[in-house]
């Protein structure tokens, strides 16, 4: 049987998740809406908003869809597999309930308290209480402190104010800004972690899961990990970091707890589980859960996978994913993000992108791109995800800042030491 599959989304993620379900000899034909010109490469765009549930039932009637793949977070805590469930069509990504770990950081840090699971020490406060909040931070005293948003931010909703100044500014921020004050009816103010980032994902159905990868993000804008935190500017995998000692901890006590946690509170989790997790002295503890492939590791991910991404896809909806096998390559794999001048704050859109035609040794992921007139434009913070492989993260890293040079737009910008903290092991 052919699968006629429907991709909702349209960043360097859901093009990687894109190129990846092409290959597949189980494809029919792949609509992905909105995507992008990337993505267009792959399958068929549709002008059609994940947010609007009974267009896409619309569509997927009219077009005999067979499977809807959920790439962003916001329908899925917005509750879009719930929607389609209901209608007995099969989707991929977790339910309402099960992305709250992601749609909200205080249900994430009570169902960690509830099933142990290593993690920093917080507390919440609701927004009319921010003058708690501020009485709490100067009472303990410790900095860094980490502030975040309860609900979704786009990656933007987490700050780590070092003195009690910054704090005071962050909470005011967080109070007033028509971007944030929504996500920040309430607040959760952890511990700072010492340690390395570095984020681990599994695949479930519910019942069994398994691992398919580990990465490492750049949050941060500037080098060296400095200035404000970004959706990501870019990662590889798989991080030395995440040794296989280190992997065996994540796995008996994060992911298992999560999943069986789950499964006994009555929302069992289906879908990409993401780990984003401390490195601690003490081993590893989550920094945060999401419902969905990071961005930009999705990209790093994706490409080691030798294995039907499709038939592992529809396993999962069909409760079946014990009795598949997942294979991966042994390269290293580099994401190198292209970014417009100015980005996490204001940018400009619509400079024409050149020398795409030029990259030979690295798949190119559109993230924040349009086409007009046949020129491809960018249309976002994050523009593009340059990436590489090699044998090694040295060649890895260099083979794709070879390709990046080759591909530009006026005020263009990437870090320079994507990679570097793995180096290091």
Known sequence: MKYNVLLLGSGGREHALARSIAKSPLLGTLFIAPGNPGTAETGQNVNLSASDFEAVWNFIQKNEIDLTVVGPEQPLVDGIANFL????????????????????????????????????????????????????????????????????????????PESEAEAMEVLKELKTSDSLKEAASKLVVEEFMVGEEASVFAISDGESWKVIGNAQDHKRIGEGDTGLNTGGMGAYSPAPVVTDEILKRVEDEIIAPTIDGMKSEDNPYAGILYCGLMITAEGPKVVEYNCRFGDPECQVILPRMQSDVLEIILACTQGKLGETDIQFDDEVRCCVVLASGGYPEAYEKGKEITGLDQVEDAIVFHAGTREVEGKILTNGGRVLNIVGSGSDLQSAIDKTYAEVEKVGFDEAYFRRDIGAKGLRH
């Not at 209608?87 to 099933?115: N, Y």
């Not at 290593?118 to 406060?125: G, N, R, S």
């Open 85 to 160: 469930e209901a209608k007995d069509h099969p989707v991929f990504g977790p339910k309402l309930q099960a992305a709250m770990l992601e749609g909200s950081k205080e249900f994430a840090k009570e169902f960690m308290k509830r099933h142990s699971i290593p993690t920093a020490a917080y507390e919440v406060f609701d927004q009319e209480n921010f003058d708690d909040a501020a009485e709490y931070i100067k009472e303990e005293g410790k900095y860094p402190v980490v502030l975040k948003a309860d609900g979704l931010a786009g990656g933007k909703g987490v700050f780590i």
